[in-house]
DNA sequence: TCTGGCACTCGGCCCACGTGAGTGCCAGGA
DNA sequence: TCCTGGCACTCACGTGGGCCGAGTGCCAGA
């Protein structure tokens, strides 16, 4: 088990490298902290640690820096989350209540995620499957030809083209239209299946074809758009996350436009809490020097969606975990108004 | 006025150029082209093509690379656009067949012509000004609360909360849901206002106030929307920029998640035909190291919107305007049949 | 007007060297 | 048992010199 003080000299060197950059070495530790013992003691500590596997060394005659094994410890056990300032939360606040729709308020938060961590932001858009409906429509555009329109309660709007084999006649649009509103409306996404398992039988024999295709593409749309989608910006942030990034930087770059990546990612991640998922531990290759704040976000207690910040291993944790858990909150709650 | 040889020369130079990314010298050129003269003759070519400022040197002692003005000449003057071969097309039209709404075409269309350039993509969403209503439908969310719904021909859908100061009967929101459309289902947006101007008028009293605030949203959406939308893929192409390209490459990230900026890009642009944009030829600062190819596309004979690529300013510009052009054809079509 | 020849330039590469931060180890002291 | 100061060692990095070669400009001759 590693002391106490170990575990003191392993966070001044998480704190400076994460400040710094450069492998911090036992003199400019003692220097920098007040440890209260001589670097030869840190250095003995730091040799302790690089058996544990929670530093190494880049060159022999190199400081140390922190390996993923050694930022998990950090975060586990020797880091808090910061809260902002008053004035950060209130320029949050300030920020998001401008928002006019729903893409709006997603725009807005990447932009200011992205802004306060200095890192690549992601915000998933609150998801369908946990939504509830707010109204269905149905259009006639043609005789034979109608569109759907879904409408979430978080303002999202899904729209499908339904081509039919027979007229549906406005009588029987109305009456579908109706009997699906008052069928699902507040109802959860999930639940809308079985809800309108029977409805094709209430209706005449002429028009049950049409409405089970209408019924099944709405049953489609659910399914399809429970592919979520999301944003992602601050991008250019990227140029800062070290020297050699040629390399670093172009997986990376790859894997943030492969949204079905980044999704899976969000989906890896808990539900509710924050999660930081470090280097090595994130499974998708392009991503395995770099590490991800997330935490789920929604207008009640419950979760609709994730959003997080993608930077470097090396990262002001305690930082960014704070502006990722402030502004979730802020977008809950600009959820929740609207 | 340059010879017939030395435009031959500058062609050789831009060619090699973009292909090797290194400074061409005179005895290169002479052996990967035949121009049938001498190294020194091209020399002297060269030394003139320089006093024009269509070539430069790096180095005193280093070969030649164009200039913004030589890619210019090269682009107007040299090169063709080079189509597509058959397989290129096929591969486009049965990328872009698979999709199911809006959405799905523009980010197929960014992702195709990311790929095909190894460029980055950029798509402006079909713009509401040029386009017209395919419906518009109104719902009552609740006595006083109702939800306008707007659907255009290219498929967009934009959707706005409506809160009356009196509640709004079941009739009249038929009544004015069906004036409406027939007024301006078919018509473009630039024409709606003159059509609803005196619409309130035959309307009851009582009902006079909300129809007015509901078309008052009708034209604020249009206008607020005409702010148009745009889809940006293939950053990760930005890596192959240069090899100095930590410095190069921030500010074209900067400029391009500024949508603002890139929409101005794409604003300036020609509405018909392509539009090349070489290096400074860019007002926007981030981009003054890169060349902007551009077209506009749409589903008839006019342009709907614009989509093109971001590159070095040392890039394939025949393969390149080949592939934008035939990527805004085949969208063109994708969009007329939908 | 083109060509071959020639002297010149200069960036890139290699290597050698000195410097200094940092380390591991050890013996002595609390 | 743990901490400390001392000491020898390692090695990345920066610097400076020297060589190489691609590329140039110029010039005289065809």
Chains 1, 2 share one sequence.
Do not use: W
């Not at 001044?12 to 920098?32: C, F, H, M, N, W």
């Not at 030869?40 to 880049?58: K, S």
């Amino acid at each position: 088990m590693l002391s106490e003080r170990r575990l003191e000299v392993l966070r001044a060197i998480v704190q400076d490298y994460v400040g710094t950059e450069e492998p911090v070495g036992s003199k400019a530790l003692t220097e920098r902290h007040q440890l209260g013992v001589s670097p030869a003691t840190v250095r003995n500590d730091m040799a302790a640690l690089e058996d544990e596997g929670f530093i190494a060394q880049p060159h022999t005659s190199a400081g140390r820096i922190p390996t993923d094994k050694g930022y998990r410890l950090f975060v586990d056990k020797l880091a808090g989350v910061k809260p902002l300032s008053v004035p950060e939360r209130r320029a949050i606040q300030n920020f998001l209540d401008g928002a006019v729709d729903l893409d709006d308020v997603v725009g807005r938060t990447v932009r200011l995620l992205a802004q306060l961590t200095r890192q690549v932001a992601v915000v998933q858009y609150p998801s369908l499957t946990r939504s509830t409906v707010r109204h269905v429509e149905l259009l006639a555009l043609a005789p034979a030809r109608l569109m759907l329109v879904l409408i979430t309660d978080t303002g999202r709007v899904e729209q499908r083209l339904i081509d039919c084999q027979t007229p549906f006649g406005e009588t029987s649009l109305a009456d579908l239209r109706a009997r699906l509103n008052s069928r699902i409306v507040g109802r959860r996404f999930a639940d809308v299946p079985q809800l309108v398992q029977d409805l094709p039988e209430s209706f005449e024999q002429d028009d049950r074809a049409t409405v089970s295709t209408v019924l099944s593409v709405l049953l489609e749309t659910l399914v399809e758009e429970t592919e979520e989608r999301l944003m992602i910006g601050g991008t250019a942030n990227l140029t800062r996350f070290g020297h050699d990034f040629p390399l670093t930087i172009r997986p990376v770059l790859e894997a943030l436009e492969e949204h079905v990546v980044m999704l899976k990612l969000l989906g890896e991640a808990k539900d509710s809490g924050m999660t930081v998922r470090i280097g090595h531990e994130n499974a998708h290759e392009g991503l395995t020097s770099t590490s991800v704040v997330t935490v789920g976000y929604g207008s009640g207690d419950e979760a609709v969606a994730k959003l997080g910040v993608v930077g470097p291993t090396r990262m002001d944790y305690p930082g960014t975990m704070g502006a990722v858990r402030a502004v979730a909150r802020y977008v809950g709650q600009i959820l929740a108004e609207s």
